[in-house]
């Protein structure tokens, strides 16, 4: 299976754009790219998706590499409900979480 | 959307017994999905239940340890058998909104398993 790497941890001020950066370079032509977070004490919600070109939702926005080696999750206004663990996957058939990012968000 | 509940939400257990956790589902959906997460870790695969069919498992995960049900379109449980305290972690099932893999999953709150 393909695998992503991303920070162990990030901070940001409330309010801020947030920048979350994750790296695929095994990625294979029919590999989506989704984005999950888990909220404190709660299952795994999605956030957004993608297969090449960027996309926006009302949660976030997501900027992929012309050779979709690299995603980046954009959180347009950090709020203290987004503070999480962020998880970039590569889609297959069934979906394998990696160790992802840790989003911490100072007031 | 899907809405998810599984009971129970926690519990507290004795070492060699077992515990079945049930996955209730608002809709009719053809995959569900096992997760184990331990205590600080992210989620693991345990594995995946189709209706009408074996449930298939992830390296590392034997049928005799996690036998799974799936009786219909909106019902799975899993059961955690003879258990030790290293199968202490928080079990979460999770549902696919289609069946392709741009599919979003929903996933359920989860349930804490302590064993003692």
């Known amino acids: 299976d393909a695998k992503t790497t991303q920070p162990n941890s990030m901070e940001s001020n409330e309010e801020e754009p947030v920048h979350l950066p994750c790296n695929h370079s095994t990625i294979s032509g029919t590999d989506y790219i989704h984005w999950y977070r888990q909220l404190p004490s709660q299952g795994p919600e999605y956030v957004i998706h993608g297969l090449t070109s960027n996309v926006n939702n009302r949660m976030a926005s997501l900027a992929i590499a012309e050779d979709r080696k690299s995603s980046t999750l954009i959180l347009h206004r950090a709020t203290l409900r987004d503070a999480a663990v962020y998880y970039c996957i590569l889609r297959t058939n069934d979906m394998r979480f990696g160790a992802g990012t840790r989003l911490t968000v100072k007031p | 959307s899907a809405v998810i509940s599984q009971k129970p939400s926690r519990d507290i257990c004795q070492r060699g017994t077992s515990l079945t956790i049930q996955c209730q589902v608002d809709s009719q959906v053809t995959m569900m999905f096992w997760y184990r997460q331990q205590p600080g870790q992210s989620l693991t695969l345990i594995a995946t239940?189709?209706?009408?069919?074996?449930?298939?498992?992830e390296s590392g995960f034997v049928i005799d340890k996690f036998p799974i049900s799936r009786p219909n379109l909106t019902f799975s449980t899993l059961t955690v058998s003879n258990m030790s305290p290293e199968d202490s972690s928080i079990y979460l099932c999770?549902?696919?909104?289609?069946?392709?893999?741009?599919?979003?999953?929903?996933f359920g709150p989860g349930t804490r398993l302590t064993v003692l």
């Open positions: 999770s549902v696919e909104s289609g069946t392709f893999s741009y599919n979003e999953q929903f």
């Open positions: 239940a189709n209706q009408g069919s074996e449930a298939t498992y």
